[in-house]
């Protein structure tokens, strides 16, 4: 039987006190509704970390129409009523948390069509709450300098030690790689792809919107995440050159690149405090903490090779190298806009050229006429429509 446990298990909304119960023309079939359901609990891989982000996190849960939380199959007993679904855990992107798809795409209403048309079968979608004190995780675990404190939290394991292990005990899921997949938008598509490849074990597709995935894309200078770093000086007044203004690189209100740029540094390479080395080191100030990390360049604005080593390590190609075997048979979709403003287009290219051999589906979209831009966010709603297709053919659907 699934267990409820310590969940505090609250259903928010029927999908059918948001939407329209039918469409406009009478011809299209009537659209059932889904729930959203919310889970809360306390993360022990969040809870013990410096950086003081708080371990208590939501995990937003949308389960298909026809779903019955007491339709439970009976362990061992082949005989026994029940109704399984396969679960794609779909990952927000930086500066978001457990509602960003259902408050900016209306996944919900783009699953309830979908599934209503036949176009896919019923699954149940995850989005758990994986942000920061600085507005994001980066799916990451956070390192602990050896004193087994990770700085800004083991967010890696939250998702795949803690949210996965609830939500099949919770759910009724089919718990199995072959019909666990996550996908993710920016942030979320960065973390989807890494928690893949890392964990292989555990999820068996993966999907890529608009993300970072090559740090250091090969032979595309203007593309890597250095190339954002001009946006980040003038966000903070500072011009190559200038030690103290450098110093004062700070985190704050309005400047969205310097915040993601803090975001990165505390998820790969927040300072060492034993470390009397502080060429690199920023401080920064984040809901009432006071800390510092290390940004990868220096006061000329040139690249600093000893905290580059730590983003390159993170970086998604890097990653690929040493593991490109295990997507053999895992299903992968990388996607970017074609007038990305953060130029993740280019990183997605330069990564297709590395990694098409395990890429099964890609494309760098156009804009729509003169309507809606093909940039990181204004197509997105359209481009999960692709998404929920493709992992309902990899969990055997349509």
Not at 29 to 47: M, T
Not at 88 to 108: A, P, Q, R
Request: proline residues 6%; hydrophobic residues 40%.
């Amino acid at each position: 039987m699934k267990k409820y446990g310590l969940m505090i298990l609250i259903a928010l909304l029927a999908a059918s006190s948001m939407q329209c119960s039918k469409r406009d023309n009478p011809l299209d079939p009537e659209v059932s509704h889904g729930l959203y359901w919310s889970l809360y609990f306390e993360s022990s891989a969040i809870g013990d970390n410096v950086m003081d982000n708080y371990p208590s996190r939501h995990i937003l849960v949308y389960t298909p129409p026809g779903y019955d939380p007491a339709d439970t199959l009976i362990p061992g007993d082949p005989n026994s009523p029940g109704t399984y679904y396969p679960v794609l855990y779909l990952l927000h992107g930086y500066g978001g948390d457990h509602t960003y798809f259902k408050g900016l795409f209306d996944v919900g209403s783009i699953m309830d069509e979908l599934i209503s048309t036949g176009e896919i079968e019923p699954m149940i979608i995850v989005t758990p709450n994986a942000t920061n004190n600085l507005g994001g995780s980066f799916y990451t675990n956070s390192p602990d300098f050896g004193t087994g404190q990770s700085y800004a939290g083991r967010m890696q394991d939250f998702i795949t030690e803690e949210v996965v292990a609830i939500i099949d005990s919770v759910y009724n899921t089919v718990a199995d790689r072959a019909h666990r997949g996550v996908a993710g938008h920016s942030m979320g598509g960065y973390g989807a792809i890494k928690l893949a490849m890392l964990r292989n074990d555990m999820f068996g597709s993966a999907s890529v919107m608009s993300a970072p995935l090559m740090f250091q894309p090969r032979g595309l200078t203007d593309t890597t995440l250095m190339a954002l770093m001009p946006g980040v000086w003038q966000e903070n007044g500072f011009a190559p050159g200038d030690t103290a203004a450098f110093y004062r690189i700070t985190p704050g209100t309005g400047k969205r690149l310097t915040n993601m740029m803090f975001a990165l540094a505390v998820s790969f390479s927040p300072h060492n405090p034993v470390d009397p080395d502080t060429s690199f080191a920023h401080r920064f100030a984040a809901l009432g903490f006071v800390g510092y990390a290390d940004l990868p360049f220096d006061v000329n604005g040139q690249v600093a090779p000893s905290v580059w080593a730590y983003w390159l390590a993170n970086d998604i190609a890097t990653i690929y190298d040493s593991m490109y075997t295990v997507f053999d048979n895992t299903p992968l979709y990388v996607d970017c806009g074609q007038v990305d403003q953060l130029l993740f287009q280019g990183q997605a290219s330069a990564f297709y050229r590395v990694a098409s051999a395990s890429i099964d589906e890609f494309e760098i979209y156009p804009s729509i006429d003169d309507l809606y831009a093909a940039d990181h966010t204004t197509l997105i709603a359209e481009r999960l429509r692709r998404v929920l297709s493709f992992h309902d053919n990899a969990f055997g659907g349509q």
